[in-house]
């Protein structure tokens, strides 16, 4: 059984020229061709690819971002990043010893690197990310389909219980393994700390409401449900609320 | 090296700092009278005046013989010219049987003979300065020439390998496109060529990142007639709309349209490249584009001065680059 392939890049003639390389080796097949990071999980979740040829510079999620979620995957795949010209990138990847091929792909360097795929771990994709651009576009979260994308513009909030982080969306809500920490350093001034245990996006804010006990919430855009401010942050959300 | 005295602005100068030198002999010594103003006047005018003819008549002659002889030489025409006007006045101020003067002609010719050498001097630092000024203005054109970004190269070979089995037509036209842009790019900082001729090279760039993009890239070229043999300093335009497409089309999934309006206006050609924003949600401005744009602004502040001008804005959702240069000729290389 020949190993399966997943071409990502945002070109057609690059992957054309990919598939067709793949192709003229026996042992390996091509399962799929996404045009960027958002289409590579979601065909990776659909036909599980041993391996992914992942472009870096793509529209809407990159291939460096792609790779975070494909490694929360049951099984993720190798990677094997492609660039045409990358130079803080590369340095990256010899450091963190991660495959990666230079466009125009050379037939015997594709050989080679499909021969010695392998997968990323988590470690090394932070070392990648710290070196360029950290902030994600995408949360991602394991579901029973596999994983579920949510752009990040579109979340309400990020409210904290116990052990998980709820991420309430424009379409509902997801379940991540992640604290309100590292979402507040990830994306730092897209959102605001309204309680211990909540983040709420700020372009998504509607209004401020005060209920009968002197409570203070926050109205969010296209949800029902308002966030608690908590006493301690109210000065700082209602100054800051109208700097807006 | 010798000094260019054939034209009025340089005989004018000329008259007025041997008035000057005039004024200081006076004061120098000897009675102060009308009289003797209007000799010597008469006196140096005379000397500075058919040197200036002489110099300028010989001018051709002199500059064959490389800076130094060609100085030494002109000193000589300028002594001789003394000399000559010298021993003229000592015949015409006396009449009868005097002897010549001799200490006076002496005296007349050391006088000559330092205010030339420190003219020749004069000129000859300020040719030294002017030169110097002008080799630094071509480097800085040199530095700020516009490079194709290797992006740009390596996307394109890998284009050109793509279509080799399956196009090889088109990639025949991949490879006579990227050899001219290249030409361009290699070409001598600062050259000015027909403005159709850089939208031509806008057009062939165009025509290979519309291969790499595919249907994401639509062009709307609005190009209204510009006089003949309009000018722009080579790569101009392309590293405008090469931002366009890196900035307002590359990060955006969905792709977009560019508008590209050139028109004539109030002697002024204008160039407006339209293209939509990046989505929030991609990496911030880049500060490639700033440096891009950085680059033109000084490339045509070198050649035109304060009349050229590049603005951009972000209009309904859009961003707006706008170009602006006289079509009358260059500022700055003029000076030289």
């Known amino acids: 059984m020949s190993i399966q392939v997943l071409i990502v890049d945002d070109e057609q003639l690059a992957r054309d020229r990919l598939a067709r390389m793949v192709a003229e080796f026996a042992s390996y097949q091509v399962v799929g061709h996404a045009a960027n990071g958002i289409e590579a999980v979601q065909l990776a979740v659909e036909h599980e690819p041993e391996i992914v040829l992942l472009d870096i510079r793509m529209p809407g999620m990159d291939g460096l971002e792609a790779a975070r979620h494909l490694a929360e995957l049951d099984e993720p795949p190798a990677v094997i990043f492609c660039t045409a010209y990358e130079e803080h990138a590369i340095e990256a990847f010899d450091l963190q010893a991660v495959g990666y091929l230079l466009k125009p792909v050379r037939g015997s360097a594709l050989e080679g690197a499909l021969a010695k795929a392998q997968r990323i771990n988590k470690a090394q994709l932070a070392a990648l990310s710290d070196d360029g651009k950290p902030r994600r576009s995408h949360i991602s979260a394991r579901t029973r389909r596999g994983i579920e994308l949510i752009a990040v513009h579109d979340v309400r909030f990020f409210q904290a219980d116990q052990k998980y982080v709820t991420v309430r969306h424009g379409e509902g809500e997801i379940i991540i393994d992640e604290t309100l920490r590292e979402l507040e350093g990830e994306f730092g001034d897209a959102f605001l700390r309204v309680h211990r245990n909540a983040l709420v996006a700020v372009r998504h804010i509607v209004g401020l409401d005060r209920s009968g006990d002197g409570h203070y919430q926050i109205r969010l855009r296209d949800v029902d449900e308002a966030v608690d401010i908590s006493r301690r942050h109210v000065a700082e959300v209602r100054r800051y609320i109208k700097s807006l | 090296m010798v000094p260019d005295l054939c034209n009025v602005a340089s005989i004018s100068l000329l008259v007025l700092f041997g008035e000057l030198l005039v004024l200081v002999m006076l004061f120098a010594g000897g009675p102060l009278t009308w009289m003797r103003l209007a000799l010597m006047s008469l006196f140096v005018q005379w000397v500075a005046i058919t040197s200036a003819g002489v110099l300028c008549w010989s001018r051709r002659w002199l500059a064959g013989f490389g800076v130094v002889a060609g100085a030494v030489l002109g000193f000589a025409e300028v002594m001789v010219v003394t000399f000559l006007v010298g021993m003229a006045a000592d015949r015409l ?153 890196y900035h307002g089309i590359q990060p955006r999934p969905e792709g977009g349209t560019i508008t590209v309006k050139v028109w004539f206006k109030d002697e002024h050609v204008h160039v407006e490249i339209v293209n939509p924003l990046p989505p929030e949600t991609g990496p911030g401005p880049s500060e490639g584009n700033k440096m891009a744009l950085n680059n033109i602004r000084s490339r045509l502040l070198v050649l035109y001065g304060a009349q050229a001008g590049l603005t951009t804005d972000v209009r309904n959702g859009h961003y707006v680059t706008v170009l602006r240069f006289p079509v009358g000729g260059e500022h700055a290389q003029d000076a030289g």
């Open chain 2, 93 to 245: 101020m006396v009449w009868g049987e005097y002897p010549v003067d001799w200490t006076a002609i002496l005296g007349q010719m050391v006088i000559s003979g330092i205010i030339t050498a420190l003219a020749l001097r004069y000129f000859y630092v300020q040719q030294q300065l002017r030169q110097q000024e002008q080799a630094e203005l071509h480097s800085r054109i040199q530095a700020l020439q516009s490079r194709i970004r290797p992006h740009f190269l390596f996307n394109s070979m890998n284009i050109i390998a793509s279509l080799i089995g399956s196009d090889p037509k088109t990639a025949e036209s991949v490879v006579e496109d990227l050899s001219e842009l290249f030409r361009a790019s290699l070409n001598d900082a600062g050259n000015q060529v027909q403005l159709q001729d850089e939208l031509d090279l806008c057009e062939r760039y165009v025509r290979i990142e519309a291969l790499r993009l595919g249907d994401r890239l639509q062009l709307d070229w609005q190009v209204e007639a510009v006089p003949p043999g309009v000018k722009i300093p080579l790569l101009t335009l392309q590293p405008l709309l090469e931002n366009a497409i």
